[in-house]
């Protein structure tokens, strides 16, 4: 049972490029969703799932998209990286939709666009 | 939408001193109020939280108070100790939601020796 994965941990990216971040999990979460972290701003929604095939938009989606094939997968893609989207990500999962209760984190993954 | 208000953003206090951080919601839907703590570099990780029904709740040398007419709830730390330093986060969830939580800014908390 290794929970919530991020990958990958680190990634430098030029302005423009397009990425996936990978996140995963093991414990048949039905939500899960992705957060920024900037300092000082706390974390912020990106976008979130309550189950396969289900997706909606956060706090700040501007510049991301994601989709929910399975229960396991929810990947994070920038479709063209700017300097504005250096940030922590902090991907989660939660067996509770609805409640907000027992939310695991993955690790993070820190993305510099240069 | 929900808003969550974290205070201070910063607070510096000796060992063995008490700490407390307060945050503010602003949707009287909201029912559930976690409490994260993050190490630098680390994931966050749930310390405490505390539901809509319930006025206090304790585990050991941490508390949450909730008023839910003042919209207000609290993070109380007793006894602190140098480990305890960190950020900590507040979040409030509401009602018929999806599930999501919505995070105040962060206290970054530091225990002196």
């Known amino acids: 049972n290794a929970g919530v994965t991020q990958t990958p941990k680190f990634q430098v990216l030029k302005t423009g490029q397009s990425m996936t971040l990978q996140c995963a999990q093991d414990?048949?979460?039905?939500?899960m969703s992705w957060y920024r972290q900037d300092p000082g701003m706390g974390l912020r929604l990106i976008h979130y799932s309550v189950g396969a095939g289900i997706t909606d938009q956060g706090e700040v989606p501007n510049g991301y998209n994601v989709s929910r094939s399975t229960t396991e997968d929810f990947p994070l893609r920038l479709l063209s990286a700017a300097p504005s989207q250096t940030s922590v990500y902090f991907c989660a999962s939660s067996p509770r939709p609805q409640t907000g209760r027992g939310y695991t984190f993955g690790s993070g993954t820190r993305l510099t666009v240069v | 939408g929900e808003n969550v208000e974290q205070h201070p953003s910063t607070l510096s206090v000796q060992e063995g001193d008490s700490a407390v951080i307060k945050c503010t919601y602003s949707?009287?839907?909201?029912?559930?109020f976690p409490w994260y703590k993050q190490e630098l570099g680390k994931r966050p990780q749930l310390i405490i939280d505390?539901?809509?029904?319930?006025g206090e709740k304790k585990d050991q040398r941490i508390a949450v108070t909730l008023n839910k007419t003042a919209k207000h709830f609290s993070l109380h730390i007793t006894e602190t100790q140098p480990e305890d330093s960190a950020v900590y986060f507040c979040a409030a969830t509401q009602k018929g939601s999806q599930g999501n939580l919505i995070f105040g800014k962060g206290t970054k908390l530091s225990v002196k020796p």
């Open positions: 505390i539901r809509s029904n319930v």
């Open positions: 414990m048949n979460h039905e939500y």
């Open positions: 949707d009287s839907a909201s029912n559930y």
